[in-house]
């Protein structure tokens, strides 16, 4: 059964203080990765795609990697505006199917 | 571009009543999807379209209708709601190429319903 779990639920951090959050999945035909951040009350937003073990890419304080098995999103030297939802998500054919996500807090 | 716009952004409906929830892309894209997010359980897809006139069943469709008679509309008809539908609902569109979907969606900003 396809599946993407998401590691922790919740995470706090004090501004500057870097960590990764983990997306471990299991799914049959992957045909890509995706990270996105939620603010409240809003639509999730995309940050970044991964196709393939091995890839990684950057924006700004958030860097993704991908294995054949789960995915990071590192965030280096946070910033209290980095505080949101990461959501995680695995494409299959037509679908996506998303993780629970791990809710960000940086304090100042 | 607006990208995609749901409307409306809030609804409480009384049980049993039927509604429709609206949603429309401006970006051409071929494939719009239907989710809607409870706390703990992420997002959960109930139908989707890979195409004007084409639609299919996702996750969670009991209670819900969708059509596609153009490429930029996808509205979702909840049929007779029920205080299990209360959820907060996202729209979303990719594009496809050569009937393969391997890019990123693009959400709407939600619409927060409550049946009571």
């Known amino acids: 059964e396809d599946q993407v779990t998401q590691s922790p639920e919740a995470l706090r951090l004090q501004e500057g203080e870097s960590s990764s959050l983990n997306c471990s999945y299991t799914v049959s035909g992957l045909r890509g990765l995706f990270w996105y951040r939620q603010d409240p009350g809003k639509g999730p937003e995309f940050l970044f795609t991964?196709?393939?073990a091995g890839e990684e890419k950057e924006k700004e304080r958030l860097k993704a990697t991908l294995t054949k098995k789960e995915s990071f999103l590192h965030i280096t030297a946070p910033k209290p505006e980095d505080s949101a939802t990461y959501l995680c998500a695995v494409q299959r054919t037509y679908k996506y199917i998303f993780g629970t996500g791990t809710r960000l807090k940086v304090l100042a | 571009n607006a990208g995609v716009t749901q409307t409306p952004k809030f609804q409480v409906l009384k049980t049993g009543q039927s509604m429709t929830l609206q949603c429309a892309q401006d970006m051409n894209h071929e494939y719009m999807s239907w989710y809607r997010q409870d706390p703990g359980m992420g997002l959960r897809l109930i139908h989707y379209s890979v195409g004007a006139g084409i639609t299919d069943q996702g996750e969670v469709p009991n209670g819900y209708n969708v059509s596609r008679s153009t490429t930029e509309d996808f509205p979702l008809r909840l049929l007779s709601a029920a205080p299990s539908q209360t959820s907060v609902y996202f729209c979303?569109?990719?594009?496809?190429?050569?009937?393969?979907?391997?890019?990123?969606?693009?959400f709407g900003q939600g619409t927060r319903l409550t049946v009571v």
């Open positions: 979303a569109s990719s594009y496809s190429g050569q009937g393969v979907v391997n890019t990123e969606a693009f």
């Open positions: 991964l196709y393939s």
